[in-house]
């Protein structure tokens, strides 16, 4: 294992999230220097603090260790102020999704359901999916099970199950939409 490696992966999801050292050396409870340390060689990291630091990022722990992107076969939700800050999602899902999969991430859709408007038919697609609410609630089904996210939840899922989006509640529904495909030239 090259922790070096996993330092310049701890350093680019940092980054990417528009966090400092001080910021990180804060969260994890640990002097500057040590923080500092950990980025710059990728040694004596606690396993405690790359836990720590998966969550904080959404991220699988087994992905700073290795690089690699652990096969999503069910979903993941993040709730609005556990794990992110909310207010630095919008330019972190760009940034971050990129660094991890080296994907063709498609021009990200903004999507308005009516609650009045009967619910689109279940779909699945290639690639992965993720939607970020904007405004309202929207109910994700996805292998026939029912979860509801409010404003600033977001959800992360393989779209080869089947699944769909629908409006919840009396109010419109807006939601940001990524679809991730494969690049062709990925390994």
């Known amino acids: 294992m090259d922790f070096s490696e996993i330092g310049e992966r701890i350093e680019g999801l940092r980054e990417a999230c528009d966090v400092t050292r001080e910021e990180m050396a ?30 904080m990022f959404g991220v699988e722990f087994t992905e700073i260790l290795t690089g690699k992107q652990a096969h999503l076969d069910t979903y993941q939700v993040v709730r609005a102020g556990t794990g992110r800050e909310v207010d630095r999602l919008p330019g972190y899902h760009f940034e971050d999704l990129a660094w991890r999969y080296a994907n063709k991430i498609t021009q990200p859709l903004l999507v308005t359901l009516d609650p009045n408007e009967p619910p689109a038919a279940l779909v699945t697609h ?15 089904t996805f292998d026939e099970v029912e979860m509801t996210l409010n404003k600033g939840d977001s959800v992360y899922f393989n779209p080869t199950h089947l699944h769909g989006q629908r409006c919840a509640g009396d109010e419109p529904t807006t939601f940001l939409t990524f679809i991730m495909e494969e690049h062709p030239n990925n390994n």
């Open 126 to 140: 290639a690639g992965q999916e993720f939607n970020y609410v904007l405004e309202g609630s929207l109910v994700l």
């Open 26 to 55: 804060k969260e994890l409870g640990v002097d500057l220097p040590t923080y500092v340390s950990w980025e710059e060689t990728g040694a004596d990291v606690p396993i405690s603090a790359i836990y720590h630091m998966a969550t």
